[in-house]
Structures are given as C-alpha cells and as structure tokens.
C-alpha cells in the first residue's frame, strides 16, 4: 500500500544531542513537509520541499535541518540549539502545487530525558 | 498575510446532535483553497475536503456538509447526528495558489471535537 512512513513512533533525547526523525513516503509525490504540533498551537511548518536537493524554511525553522536527497525521503534533524523539542511531529507529503491535499504520516513524539 | 481563525477550542455534544465547526481565513490571493483535516486520537490527519476559491457550491458527504462563503470569508464544517467515532481534532486551511509549485499549507489552531454517547 501506498503511504507516508515515519519513524520511529517515540523517540527520547538527551540534553546536547541531535536526533534524527525519518520519513519516507511511496506515493511518488514531489513536495515534503515537517510539521511540529504542541498542545493549543495547532501544525507549524517547520520545512518544506518541493524537489530534490531543495527545501525552503517554515514559520520555525531554527534549531532544525533537513535534507532531500531522494525523492521517497525527507529526514528531519532536531539538533542540540532548539532548546524545547518536545512536541508531535508529523510528516506530509503531496503532488506539489495546485493546492493538492496532503497526505500526513503516524507522526513521531519526540521527548526530553 | 495568511490566517486561518477556528474560534472553537473545544466543543462537546451529545451522540445524535448537529454539530457546526467554524473556520474564518483571511488572505489577499484570489486563487486560493480551503481545506478540512480530521486528526483522530491516534495521531494521524486525514484529509477530509478540498475547496477552490471560485467554488462556492456547498458540498454534502453522508453526514458532513461544508459551506464556503467568500463575502464573509468562512468555510463552515457542519457533521449531522454526531457520533461517538467523530471525536477527534478538526483543522481547517488555507492554500494560497500563486501559480507555482512553491505552495504550502496555513493551519488553523484546531477543534477538539468531543461526541459522548
């Protein structure tokens, strides 16, 4: 079946570390997007990319990277300068452009130890 | 500049109840599109509508019904006889289409919506 995987579902940090989160996606979409959900706040953008080797920021882009080396994947790094990482991140992905619906993944929560 | 308003935090009905989600955008792109997500307990958004800003007919799916009005800028999410499976988090957005493969999505604060039998 086609869809948007994400990986892993929990995921536990520790103080200075870089995790990453992985996402892979069989839909043959172009465009990829991180989103960061805390209680109250609603998806806030955090990458998006519309091909390969290109990515754009979000509205909360600091303390985060990302890379686009395959079509299928959309890694997201959440490094040691974002000080409050704990949130639910999802995943999406879509054909790009025309205002097509995203498709999202299972999301992974990502907490402090 | 883009906004999507979902006014409603939380709303709570009982089993059967009619039930209205509102949602409130503003933007100054005339080719725009309105979007309905459900994001049940489990985590995932599921993409419930699609609607272009030069589509005003209302729309009706089982028991979901969507009215999109442009004078007042809303796109209004109403779910007939509730039930219990309804229970989730409901988000509205906004694509504003400038014609590129550049877009995004702008996202509502979202509607903790909870049907108790």
């Known amino acids: 079946d086609g869809g948007i995987t994400q990986s892993p579902k929990y995921l536990f940090r520790k103080e200075g570390q870089n995790v990453t989160l992985s996402c892979e996606q069989n839909?043959?979409?172009?465009?990829m997007y991180w989103y960061r959900q805390d209680p109250g706040q609603g998806l806030r953008l955090i990458y998006y990319?519309?091909?390969?080797?290109?990515?754009q920021k979000g509205d909360i882009a600091e303390g985060y990277s990302v890379s686009r080396e395959k079509k299928e994947s959309f890694p997201l790094t959440v490094t040691s300068a974002q000080k409050n990482p704990t949130a639910f991140y999802l995943c999406?992905?879509?054909?790009?452009?025309?205002?097509?619906?995203?498709?999202f993944g299972d999301g992974t929560r990502l907490s402090i130890l | 500049a883009q906004k999507v308003t979902q006014a409603q935090t939380e709303i709570s009905v009982v089993e059967k109840e009619d039930v209205t989600l509102d949602c409130v955008y503003e933007?100054?792109?005339?080719?725009?599109?309105l979007f309905w997500y459900k994001q049940p307990p489990s985590g995932e958004l599921v993409f419930l509508i699609r609607?272009?800003?030069?589509?005003?007919q209302n729309e009706i799916s089982g028991r979901y019904s969507w009215n999109f009005q442009k004078s007042t800028s809303s796109f209004n999410f109403t779910i007939t006889a509730s039930q219990v499976v309804d229970s989730a988090v409901y988000f509205c957005?906004?694509?504003?289409?400038?014609?590129?493969?550049?877009?995004?999505?702008?996202f509502g604060r979202g509607t903790q919506l909870t049907v108790w039998p």
């Open positions: 839909l043959n979409h172009d465009a």
């Open positions: 933007t100054r792109d005339t080719t725009y599109y």
């Open positions: 990319s519309q091909i390969v080797n290109d990515f």
């Open positions: 999406a992905s879509s054909m790009g452009g025309g205002g097509q619906p995203q498709h």
């Open positions: 957005a906004l694509f504003p289409d400038r014609g590129s493969t550049l877009g995004r999505l702008y």
């Open positions: 609607r272009n800003s030069f589509d005003e």
